[in-house]
């Protein structure tokens, strides 16, 4: 099982971008799939989820800009995040089956190695 982030960059305020997270080994339809960001100096944060059952569920402070998706066919989740802002710039990491996480994203197999997102003026 793997997952693989890719597609971050460092873009102006405003500006979208579409993170993409490759998988390998993860049936969609038994697992339930995250996004999560850690910020310098700030705790990793469940960002967004789509649940195998599609449901989703997005933080309060992107809720209306970023949209979870996933392409079955491809294998692969996306981001897409509409006008970010600087607080939004962070390392952003996919997983899957909702691992547990203290201060730090990752760690463990359950989660890729991030992709960089800064937004800056």
């Known amino acids: 099982v793997n997952v693989v982030e890719s597609w971050g960059g460092s873009v102006l305020i405003g500006v979208s971008l579409r993170l993409s997270c490759a998988t390998s080994g993860i049936s969609f339809e038994y697992s339930d799939m995250g996004w999560y960001r850690q910020a310098p100096g700030n705790q990793c944060e469940l960002v967004s989820m789509i649940s195998h059952d599609g449901s989703t569920t997005y933080v309060r402070s992107v809720k209306g800009r970023f949209t979870i998706s996933l392409d079955k066919a491809k294998s692969t989740m996306y981001l897409k995040m509409n006008d970010l802002k600087p607080e939004d710039t962070a390392l952003y990491y996919c997983?899957?089956?909702?691992?547990?996480?203290?201060?730090?994203?990752?760690?463990?197999?359950?989660w890729g190695q991030g992709t960089q997102v800064v937004v800056s003026s």
């Open positions: 997983a899957y089956d909702r691992p547990a996480y203290g201060y730090a994203c990752g760690g463990t197999g359950y």
